[in-house]
């Protein structure tokens, strides 16, 4: 069955190219994707998520920001009765000062918050692609 | 006449106030002793014969209507259950301090069978059930009703989760035994709070039901049905002051603080957005009604903790800055102890004025610290920083009114209140920035609340003549 894909740039950024960029390539790849654009608050992508029956959120944040803006997703996706669904982040998530100091101070922060997986900056669309599908048990 | 009789069965004291509201007058007032666990109408009847010994036209004028509130045999003892604790469960906190509730305990996520057990251990009235919004997560509240279904918990519950499945959480409290109301979900939509139905049920239960389970209905004959809690009362009382009526203004948004012997409340009628801007909101909207009550801040059974809480410091500070003519250093801790080894003490020197000036001066700011929203900054990718604003920002709030007996009887109000604005020691503390104080000079914050329901332009004005405007 083909999976859906929620997708777009979360919270108070404008910059869509990243999440337009992914989106076209897992269209490409099968998916079936719900492209929300940029500026994209919480609520908007639990809420698309509910409607589509989504198998997981992709947010995308490009400002530095992501911290600010993904914290307590997992909280409203449990009360949205989306406890399970995955949750990817990607993009340039925080300022470029804390990804020298070490992704895996990022990746443990965005885990702790709840994504499943966290994607650092330059990131290839072929290895999210191929992440979404071993998460989501398809070939 | 329209003579209104409004009483507070309060835990330590029977309050009885006359108001005349054809006249706008406040009769008289007079208090007694509460007597919950023997017989509560003995208290009312003390209470009622120094009212009348004192005022004798109240006795031979007859009376219109007799209101009642009561946080008397432990007030109402709530239970709240939610889902996420910042989400649902935060929402569900708010819905019970609103209805004046004590929170005595609160649960998150599924209960353990341990938390069922703590549950069926704790002295409770009313268990507040949410979780999910509407259309969201319908397991956790439904697998939580089957546990307090199948437990011995005898009270009464309002639930108040999901829409979709509210009906069916219902039917299996229902059907196991237990009282059950249904009220809107507090959250339902994950960015919409909606806590007034939630608050409407919970006084509904507690007219119909708690009241009763406590033995307060002996009082009903008297009084008839004992209308809310008195910490409602209080929150009605702020939200007419602040808002007016139809055809006359209030005082505009505004604080409430209420110093008691074991609790410091605070209630904020206000919208609490930002009033700088590029600040950024976070977390779950704030009520425009909102109370919170500090369990550990007291001026009798809880001055200990005060002084613990604040430190020898702050408070020889503040009584510094009351009492800036004597050189004395009073001993604040032995004070504090004494009075709450015997809570009907009452200051008599100056200098106990002043200590127990100090001593609500620190309640005061650490009871505000906790209510008020704060402001944090984060570095932005550009340099800058970004403000984040959480909780009420209560900047612009320009009305700080005081109740409770150390404003009643004592001195150095402005003093006390003034502990409420911002301060160096807590720069992100969106606290206000000046404001106008007031007192409840004639300890009518409670009345005012109860005849709000039925009289809102008189209560109102006699809100008004006896808040008294403290000079600086």
């Known amino acids: 069955m083909q999976k859906t894909i929620v997708i777009g740039t979360i919270g108070s950024d404008c910059h869509v190219i990243g999440s337009w960029v992914l989106n076209r390539a897992l269209a490409e790849a099968g998916f079936k994707t719900v492209f929300l654009g940029a500026v994209v608050p919480q609520e908007e992508f639990i809420n698309a998520a509910i409607e589509t029956a989504a198998d997981a959120i992709l947010v995308s944040s490009m400002y530095g920001m992501g911290i600010l803006d993904c914290d307590g997703l997992r909280a409203k996706c449990i009360e949205a009765g989306l406890g399970k669904i995955l949750l990817y982040a990607g993009g340039m998530l925080t300022v470029q000062m804390e990804v020298d100091r070490g992704w895996q101070a990022v ?12 994607f650092p900056p330059k990131t290839k669309p072929d290895s999210v692609i191929e992440s979404l599908r071993n998460d989501l048990g398809i070939g | 006449m329209g003579v209104h009789l409004l009483i507070d069965f309060g835990s330590t004291f029977t309050k009885v106030l006359a108001a ?14 509460s007597t919950v666990d023997r017989d509560i109408t003995i208290g009312l009847r003390n209470a009622l014969d120094r009212l009348y010994a004192a005022n004798p036209v109240v006795e031979r004028v007859p009376i219109e209507r007799r209101m009642a509130c009561s946080s008397a045999a432990g007030g109402l003892r709530l239970i709240a259950v939610g889902l996420v604790p910042e989400l649902t469960l935060e929402a569900a906190r708010r819905a019970a301090l609103g209805a004046g509730a004590k929170l005595v305990r609160s649960y998150g996520y599924e209960l353990s069978p341990e938390s ?11 268990i507040l059930l949410a979780g999910g919004t509407d259309g969201g997560d319908k397991n956790v509240i439904l697998n939580n009703a089957e546990r307090l279904a199948a437990s011995k918990v005898t009270a009464s ?43 409407a049920a919970i006084r509904e239960t507690f007219i119909r039901r708690v009241v009763h389970a406590k033995g307060l209905d002996k009082a009903q004959q008297y009084v008839g ?9 209080t929150l009605k009382a702020a939200r007419l002051v602040a808002d007016g009526t139809e055809a006359e203004a209030g005082l505009g948004e505004l604080m409430v603080v209420e110093i008691g012997g074991a609790t410091t409340n605070v209630h904020t009628i206000c919208d609490g957005s930002p009033s700088q801007s590029d600040v950024l909101l976070k977390g779950l909207p704030e009520p425009y009604a909102k109370r919170t009550v500090e369990g550990d801040l007291g001026l009798r059974h809880n001055a200990l ?3 613990e809480v604040a430190g020898l410091q702050r408070i020889a500070e503040a009584f510094a800055s009351i009492d800036n003519h004597s050189s004395s250093k009073p001993d604040f801790q032995a ?39 704060s402001l944090e900054e984060t570095p932005s990718w550009l340099g800058g920083t970004v403000r984040i604003q959480r909780g009420k920002d209560l ?55 109860l005849l709000s329901d039925v009289e809102p332009a008189k209560a109102l004005r006699i809100a008004k003549k006896w808040l008294r405007r403290v000079e600086a």
């Open chain 2, 305 to 307: 903790t005060i002084v």
């Open chain 2, 225 to 233: 049905d004992i209308l809310m809690p008195t910490p409602m009362a």
């Open chain 2, 335 to 373: 004070y504090a102890a004494k009075v709450s080894s015997d809570p009907s003490l009452v200051p008599q020197s100056a200098e106990q004025f002043s200590i127990e000036a100090a001593l609500a001066r620190a309640a005061v700011d650490l009871a505000v610290g906790r209510h008020a929203g």
């Open chain 2, 157 to 199: 519950f309002v639930v108040a989760g999901n829409r979709v499945v509210a009906g069916s959480v219902a039917q299996m409290l229902a059907a196991a035994g237990k009282h059950v109301e249904i009220a809107a979900n507090v959250l339902p939509e994950l960015n919409v709070l909606n806590v007034e139905p939630a608050r």
């Open chain 2, 116 to 126: 069922v057990a703590e549950i069926e251990a704790t002295p409770c009235d009313l």
């Open chain 1, 107 to 118: 990746e443990t922060r965005f885990k702790e918050m709840g994504f499943n997986r966290v």
């Open chain 2, 20 to 33: 005349d509201t054809d006249t706008e007058e406040v009769l008289g007032r007079a208090q007694a002793p």
């Open chain 2, 395 to 449: 900047g612009a709030l320009a009305t700080v009114i005081g109740t409770g007996g150390v404003f009643f009887h004592g001195r150095h109000a402005e003093q006390i209140l003034s502990a409420a604005l911002v301060s160096k020691r807590e720069p992100h503390s969106l606290r206000p920035r000046k404001a106008n104080f007031y007192v409840d000079a004639g300890y009518v914050m409670y009345a005012v609340g």
